[in-house]
């Protein structure tokens, strides 16, 4: 799939893993981007921040510590758990390799010392 990183104006190939495609095919699509603005435009981050945020008010104050960028975050220390390299997250998040080393310093050491020992099997 193509994501587009808004920052650097520019569209980039990842690879869609087997759930989010199973996701993606359920949605309807009406242009050219999965959250499309019109047909040839896709929607900016603004405009699902905006609605992300919306949505979170309804869930009530403990949700209010969870914000859309956040979730790059996560995705970022999640692969760091899950023994990915620096490239490999960068080729997925489009983050530099500074940002990839902050956030993988927030890793659970514990989650990551596992997957390493189990590459010694």
């Known amino acids: 799939m193509e994501v587009l990183d808004e920052k650097a104006d520019e569209m980039f190939p990842v690879f869609c893993p087997p759930r989010l495609r199973s996701f993606v095919g359920g949605i309807r699509k009406r242009g050219a981007h999965i959250l499309a603005k019109n047909i040839r435009e896709p929607v900016g981050y603004d405009a699902v921040e905006k609605s992300f945020r919306t949505w979170r008010n309804g869930l009530g104050e403990q949700a209010q510590k969870y914000t859309l960028h956040g979730l790059r975050k996560l995705a970022i220390v999640e692969f760091a758990e ?18 990839v080393a902050y956030y ?3 890793a659970n050491r514990k989650k990551l010392s596992r997957t390493a020992q189990e590459r010694r099997e």
Do not use: L
Not at 83 to 99: F, K, L, Y
């Open 82 to 99: 899950a023994g990915a390299s620096d490239a490999e997250i960068q080729a997925v998040t489009g983050q530099s390799a500074q940002m």
């Open 104 to 106: 993988r310093a927030r």
